[in-house]
């Protein structure tokens, strides 16, 4: 081949090359998928010999104390592999707050334990909605919407809180009084037009927790009055029928189809009966954050590779399973349990071990583990989802 003909003959695939990308590509875009699983690169914490833990002690940990207040969290930090998501277990005392703020890099969503909480949110159209949670309640803020968090009534509350980045951290949140604390007084008299003097004695450090009064019972009208937005921050997850509903177990499941401006994460209730098991899985399109609000289970963790590894948590410990990861839960206390589950997605998507076998032929099952086809015959029909302690 001349030189010439070469050149022609290279530049003529690289061209075909570059149209088949794109226009691979594009149909993926078409169908709504993120391309950017296409690169492959390997997470240098997923790719060793053996799976790294999944579990830490978040209860356990010290995290921010202020008062009778607290905030514990998990994020890269604490839990390496949990990359995609963060979460936050907070208590706040009768009569404190925490302080107006936005987080940069995550939406937060979150799931009351206990006590009331009142919220107050606003949004980039200027909307503004304050809303009271109970146990059993959801809230779901997107990324940069500035907000605020205080105890109602005269017993503290608790609730978890799920971000969808594992790298959030008290960087990535910017509070008000750490703000107006740090901006010049002329800048803030200019731009509120109000004399200097109407700043002396704001607070010069983030104030983070602020403590004052047990707010009013019914919420005051905004400065600006009533301008709500089109879509409420608020769903009674607890408050619905449970979406699925065994012999084992029971689930309450919430992501945009129900709660629309849940964009990024979807949450999950999960009760199991000792003994009983939500089936080997995994997720196609999120990792998975978990919280066990109640007893004792065992998750196991399948990487790949031969990698399998399983962990124990209990009351106050969370795990993550990265996106597309195979795993389970099992209860194995002696008392029902309760695990609080958050997915960095919008909307659920699952795949059960016992469906996937059931949606192929028995002669393909038979060949692909070198059995007969008539032990397959008994393999279950349909999807499992949670097996009781019997396995039925
Ligand atoms: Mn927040
Ligand atoms: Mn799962």
């Known amino acids: 081949m001349s030189n010439f003909a070469r050149r022609e003959f290279l530049t003529g695939a690289a061209v075909l090359a570059a149209a088949t990308t794109a226009a691979f590509l594009k149909s993926e875009e078409a169908e709504g998928g993120d391309t950017s699983f296409m690169n492959n690169v390997p997470d240098p914490s997923l790719s060793g010999?053996?799976?790294?833990?999944?579990k830490f002690?978040?209860?356990?940990?010290e995290?921010?104390?202020?008062?009778?207040?607290?905030g514990k969290e998990a994020t890269v930090e604490q839990l390496p592999i949990s990359k995609g998501i963060a979460g936050v277990s907070?208590?706040?005392e009768p009569g404190a707050m925490r302080e107006l703020h936005w987080h940069a890099t995550a939406a937060e969503w979150a799931f009351v334990l206990e006590g009331r909480v009142r919220t107050t949110v606003i949004d980039p159209?200027?909307?503004?909605?304050?809303?009271?949670?109970?146990?059993?309640?959801v809230w779901f803020f997107p990324r940069g919407h500035g907000h605020m968090l205080e105890c109602l009534g005269n017993e503290p509350c608790q609730f978890i809180l799920i971000f969808d980045n594992g790298y959030f951290s008290e960087f990535g949140t910017f509070s008000i009084s750490d703000w107006i604390g740090h901006a010049p007084k002329s800048l803030l008299a200019k731009n509120f037009g109000l004399p200097e003097s109407a700043f002396n004695g704001f607070p010069k450090e983030e104030v983070y927790f602020a403590r004052g009064a047990v707010p009013p019972e019914k919420p005051a009208t905004p400065l600006q009055g009533l301008k709500l937005p089109p879509q409420t921050h608020k769903y009674e997850l607890l408050e619905q029928a449970p979406h699925a509903e065994f012999?084992?177990?029971?689930?309450?499941?919430?992501?945009?189809?129900?709660?629309?401006i849940s964009t990024t994460i979807t949450g999950v209730v999960l009760d199991l009966e000792p003994g009983s098991l939500r089936e080997l899985h995994w997720h196609?399109?999120?990792d998975e954050w978990q919280y066990v609000i109640s007893g004792k289970i065992s998750v196991s963790m399948f990487g790949s590779h031969g990698r399998y590894r399983t962990e124990e948590l209990e009351k106050g410990d969370v795990a993550y399973i990265p996106q597309g990861y195979g795993h389970s839960i099992e209860n194995i206390g002696s008392t029902p349990c309760r695990i609080l589950i958050g997915l960095n997605t919008g909307v659920y998507q699952a795949i059960d071990l016992s469906q996937w076998i059931a949606g192929n032929p028995v002669d393909v099952l038979a060949t692909n583990f070198g059995m007969p086809a008539a032990l397959f015959e008994k393999f279950p029909k349909k999807d499992v989802f949670i097996a009781d302690q019997q396995g039925r």
């Open 49 to 54: 010999k053996d799976l790294p833990t999944f």
């Open 57 to 61: 002690a978040l209860e356990k940990s």
């Open 63 to 70: 995290g921010k104390v202020i008062g009778k207040s607290f």
């Open 90 to 92: 907070m208590r706040i």
């Open 125 to 137: 159209h200027g909307n503004s909605e304050t809303n009271d949670f109970n146990a059993g309640d």
């Open 247 to 260: 012999k084992g177990g029971r689930e309450w499941r919430v992501d945009s189809t129900r709660f629309p």
């Open 284 to 286: 196609p399109t999120a």
